[in-house]
Protein backbone atom coordinates (compact mmCIF):
# COMPACT_ATOMS: atom_id res chain seq x y z
CA UNK A 1 0.00 0.00 0.00
CA UNK A 2 2.96 2.41 1.26
CA UNK A 3 4.61 1.58 -2.30
CA UNK A 4 0.94 2.63 -4.08
CA UNK A 5 1.01 5.90 -2.45
CA UNK A 6 4.31 6.66 -3.39
CA UNK A 7 3.75 5.89 -7.02
CA UNK A 8 0.51 7.89 -7.06
CA UNK A 9 2.08 10.80 -5.71
CA UNK A 10 4.98 10.95 -8.23
CA UNK A 11 2.66 10.56 -10.87
CA UNK A 12 0.51 13.31 -9.25
CA UNK A 13 3.56 15.30 -8.87
CA UNK A 14 5.02 14.84 -12.29
CA UNK A 15 1.43 16.22 -14.19
CA UNK A 16 1.51 19.22 -11.46
CA UNK A 17 5.20 19.67 -12.95
CA UNK A 18 4.27 19.27 -16.69
CA UNK A 19 1.61 21.37 -15.81
CA UNK A 20 3.73 24.22 -14.11
CA UNK A 21 6.22 24.16 -17.29
CA UNK A 22 4.30 24.27 -20.23
CA UNK A 23 2.63 27.39 -18.80
CA UNK A 24 -0.71 29.15 -18.79
CA UNK A 25 -1.26 29.47 -23.16
CA UNK A 26 -2.88 26.69 -25.24
CA UNK A 27 -1.46 25.47 -27.93
CA UNK A 28 -2.81 27.55 -31.15
CA UNK A 29 -6.50 26.58 -31.62
CA UNK A 30 -6.41 27.16 -35.56
CA UNK A 31 -4.07 24.70 -36.03
CA UNK A 32 -5.59 22.13 -38.27
CA UNK A 33 -4.19 19.24 -36.50
CA UNK A 34 -3.81 20.66 -33.07
CA UNK A 35 -3.70 17.87 -30.59
CA UNK A 36 -5.34 19.12 -28.36
CA UNK A 37 -9.07 17.34 -26.80
CA UNK A 38 -11.59 18.20 -24.48
CA UNK A 39 -14.64 15.84 -24.27
CA UNK A 40 -17.50 14.26 -22.43
CA UNK A 41 -19.09 11.15 -23.30
CA UNK A 42 -21.24 8.20 -22.23
CA UNK A 43 -20.42 4.78 -22.87
CA UNK A 44 -21.86 1.16 -22.72
CA UNK A 45 -20.59 -1.80 -23.03
CA UNK A 46 -21.31 -5.87 -22.62
CA UNK A 47 -19.07 -8.32 -20.55
CA UNK A 48 -18.03 -11.51 -21.20
CA UNK A 49 -15.40 -13.60 -20.23
CA UNK A 50 -13.79 -15.94 -17.03
CA UNK A 51 -13.35 -15.76 -13.42
CA UNK A 52 -11.69 -17.26 -10.99
CA UNK A 53 -13.86 -19.50 -8.37
CA UNK A 54 -11.39 -21.49 -5.57
CA UNK A 55 -7.91 -21.65 -6.19
CA UNK A 56 -7.95 -21.66 -9.91
CA UNK A 57 -11.31 -22.81 -11.34
CA UNK A 58 -12.45 -21.14 -14.36
CA UNK A 59 -15.90 -20.00 -13.90
CA UNK A 60 -18.16 -17.96 -17.27
CA UNK A 61 -19.45 -14.82 -16.32
CA UNK A 62 -21.54 -11.91 -18.02
CA UNK A 63 -23.13 -8.53 -17.43
CA UNK A 64 -23.09 -5.24 -18.51
CA UNK A 65 -21.27 -1.42 -17.66
CA UNK A 66 -22.57 2.20 -18.52
CA UNK A 67 -20.22 4.84 -17.42
CA UNK A 68 -19.81 8.76 -18.37
CA UNK A 69 -16.59 10.54 -19.03
CA UNK A 70 -14.56 13.16 -19.18
CA UNK A 71 -11.12 13.97 -20.57
CA UNK A 72 -8.90 16.58 -21.22
CA UNK A 73 -5.34 16.71 -23.57
CA UNK A 74 -4.06 19.80 -23.40
CA UNK A 75 -0.69 21.31 -24.85
CA UNK A 76 0.43 24.59 -23.47
CA UNK A 77 3.79 24.02 -25.35
CA UNK A 78 3.60 22.81 -28.90
CA UNK A 79 5.39 19.28 -28.21
CA UNK A 80 4.35 18.99 -24.35
CA UNK A 81 1.53 18.69 -22.45
CA UNK A 82 -0.60 16.64 -20.53
CA UNK A 83 -3.99 14.10 -20.43
CA UNK A 84 -6.48 13.76 -17.78
CA UNK A 85 -9.37 11.02 -17.78
CA UNK A 86 -12.02 10.67 -15.33
CA UNK A 87 -15.32 8.42 -15.33
CA UNK A 88 -18.03 7.34 -12.86
CA UNK A 89 -19.82 4.15 -13.91
CA UNK A 90 -22.11 1.20 -12.89
CA UNK A 91 -20.87 -2.58 -13.62
CA UNK A 92 -23.62 -4.81 -13.68
CA UNK A 93 -22.37 -8.55 -12.57
CA UNK A 94 -23.37 -10.82 -9.57
CA UNK A 95 -20.40 -8.12 -7.89
CA UNK A 96 -22.32 -5.31 -8.97
CA UNK A 97 -20.99 -1.86 -8.03
CA UNK A 98 -19.30 1.66 -8.77
CA UNK A 99 -16.87 1.62 -11.06
CA UNK A 100 -14.78 5.10 -10.56
CA UNK A 101 -11.31 5.90 -12.16
CA UNK A 102 -9.31 9.20 -12.51
CA UNK A 103 -6.21 9.06 -14.79
CA UNK A 104 -3.51 11.53 -15.11
CA UNK A 105 -0.22 11.57 -17.46
CA UNK A 106 2.42 13.74 -18.97
CA UNK A 107 1.63 13.87 -23.06
CA UNK A 108 3.85 14.04 -25.71
CA UNK A 109 2.99 15.05 -29.11
CA UNK A 110 6.01 13.46 -31.63
CA UNK A 111 4.40 14.04 -34.88
CA UNK A 112 1.40 17.17 -36.05
CA UNK A 113 1.39 17.34 -40.41
CA UNK A 114 -1.15 19.13 -42.60
CA UNK A 115 -2.14 17.81 -46.19
CA UNK A 116 -5.01 16.16 -47.76
CA UNK A 117 -5.24 14.92 -43.80
CA UNK A 118 -4.23 16.48 -40.95
CA UNK A 119 -3.29 14.93 -37.95
CA UNK A 120 -1.80 13.98 -35.24
CA UNK A 121 0.24 11.50 -32.81
CA UNK A 122 -0.22 11.63 -29.12
CA UNK A 123 1.94 9.93 -26.47
CA UNK A 124 1.44 9.56 -22.44
CA UNK A 125 2.99 7.92 -19.99
CA UNK A 126 1.32 8.11 -16.16
CA UNK A 127 -0.84 6.54 -13.41
CA UNK A 128 -4.29 6.10 -12.59
CA UNK A 129 -5.85 5.01 -9.31
CA UNK A 130 -9.86 2.84 -9.16
CA UNK A 131 -11.84 0.23 -8.62
CA UNK A 132 -10.08 -2.91 -9.20
CA UNK A 133 -10.57 -4.86 -12.89
CA UNK A 134 -12.09 -6.97 -13.06
CA UNK A 135 -14.66 -6.37 -10.69
CA UNK A 136 -14.47 -10.30 -9.52
CA UNK A 137 -10.93 -9.31 -7.75
CA UNK A 138 -13.68 -8.14 -5.00
CA UNK A 139 -10.59 -5.49 -4.18
CA UNK A 140 -11.01 -1.76 -3.28
CA UNK A 141 -9.44 1.38 -4.99
CA UNK A 142 -5.96 0.15 -6.76
CA UNK A 143 -3.19 2.29 -8.17
CA UNK A 144 -1.40 1.62 -11.30
CA UNK A 145 0.87 3.18 -14.26
CA UNK A 146 -0.66 4.14 -17.31
CA UNK A 147 0.48 4.35 -20.83
CA UNK A 148 -1.53 5.99 -23.79
CA UNK A 149 -1.30 6.57 -27.71
CA UNK A 150 -3.98 8.93 -29.72
CA UNK A 151 -3.80 9.25 -33.65
CA UNK A 152 -5.98 12.06 -34.31
CA UNK A 153 -7.19 12.01 -38.37
CA UNK A 154 -8.79 15.67 -39.61
CA UNK A 155 -9.73 15.00 -43.17
CA UNK A 156 -12.23 18.21 -43.63
CA UNK A 157 -12.82 21.17 -41.36
CA UNK A 158 -15.62 19.32 -39.53
CA UNK A 159 -14.54 16.05 -39.71
CA UNK A 160 -12.64 14.31 -36.89
CA UNK A 161 -11.70 10.97 -36.28
CA UNK A 162 -9.13 9.53 -33.59
CA UNK A 163 -8.40 5.88 -32.08
CA UNK A 164 -7.16 6.04 -28.44
CA UNK A 165 -5.16 3.00 -26.55
CA UNK A 166 -4.36 2.62 -22.97
CA UNK A 167 -2.45 0.53 -21.10
CA UNK A 168 -2.56 -0.31 -17.39
CA UNK A 169 -1.06 -2.84 -15.84
CA UNK A 170 -2.24 -3.77 -11.97
CA UNK A 171 -0.31 -6.00 -9.47
CA UNK A 172 -2.52 -7.30 -7.19
CA UNK A 173 -1.69 -9.33 -4.64
CA UNK A 174 -1.45 -12.12 -5.90
CA UNK A 175 -1.07 -12.20 -9.54
CA UNK A 176 -0.90 -9.66 -12.42
CA UNK A 177 -4.08 -7.65 -14.53
CA UNK A 178 -2.94 -5.92 -17.76
CA UNK A 179 -6.18 -3.88 -19.47
CA UNK A 180 -6.07 -2.96 -23.19
CA UNK A 181 -8.32 -0.20 -23.78
CA UNK A 182 -8.91 0.68 -27.73
CA UNK A 183 -11.50 3.41 -28.51
CA UNK A 184 -12.03 4.58 -32.54
CA UNK A 185 -13.83 7.13 -33.24
CA UNK A 186 -15.46 9.81 -36.39
CA UNK A 187 -17.57 12.80 -35.30
CA UNK A 188 -18.92 15.80 -37.51
CA UNK A 189 -18.23 19.30 -35.85
CA UNK A 190 -19.40 18.85 -31.98
CA UNK A 191 -20.51 15.41 -32.20
CA UNK A 192 -18.96 11.80 -32.52
CA UNK A 193 -19.75 8.35 -32.13
CA UNK A 194 -17.66 4.95 -31.89
CA UNK A 195 -16.98 1.83 -30.69
CA UNK A 196 -14.61 1.29 -27.51
CA UNK A 197 -13.12 -1.89 -26.36
CA UNK A 198 -11.31 -3.41 -23.57
CA UNK A 199 -9.60 -7.19 -22.47
CA UNK A 200 -8.61 -7.42 -18.78
CA UNK A 201 -6.09 -10.11 -18.77
CA UNK A 202 -5.33 -11.73 -14.95
CA UNK A 203 -2.88 -14.36 -14.47
CA UNK A 204 -3.13 -15.84 -10.91
CA UNK A 205 -4.50 -18.96 -9.00
CA UNK A 206 -2.52 -22.56 -8.32
CA UNK A 207 -2.09 -23.59 -10.83
CA UNK A 208 -1.21 -20.45 -12.43
CA UNK A 209 -3.55 -19.45 -15.19
CA UNK A 210 -4.95 -17.06 -17.54
CA UNK A 211 -8.28 -15.59 -16.80
CA UNK A 212 -9.52 -13.33 -19.70
CA UNK A 213 -12.73 -10.88 -19.82
CA UNK A 214 -13.86 -9.20 -23.13
CA UNK A 215 -16.01 -5.65 -23.08
CA UNK A 216 -17.34 -4.08 -26.27
CA UNK A 217 -19.52 -1.23 -26.83
CA UNK A 218 -20.65 1.80 -28.35
CA UNK A 219 -19.75 5.58 -27.24
CA UNK A 220 -21.30 8.86 -27.61
CA UNK A 221 -20.17 12.30 -27.16
CA UNK A 222 -19.38 15.88 -27.59
CA UNK A 223 -15.95 17.39 -28.19
CA UNK A 224 -15.85 20.72 -26.55
CA UNK A 225 -12.59 21.57 -28.09
Not at 25 to 51: C, F, I, K, N, T
Not at 129 to 157: D, I, N, Q
Not at 205 to 210: N, Q, S, V, Y
Request: aromatic share 14%.
Amino acid sequence: MQERRRFIGGAAGALALACILTGPLPARAGDPSHVALWRMEVHGAYLQGDQRLGAGTLAPYNGWGLWARAGISEFPWKWLGYDVLGQIGLVGTPQSKFDVVAEGAVAFAPARWKGSVDGSIVLGVGGGFGFERPVWLGRGGTGYPLLLARLTLLPKKKIRFFASFRFTPITPDDGWVRSYDLEVTGGYQWWYLGLRGRIDDVTQGDPERLYRTYWLGPTAGLVLR
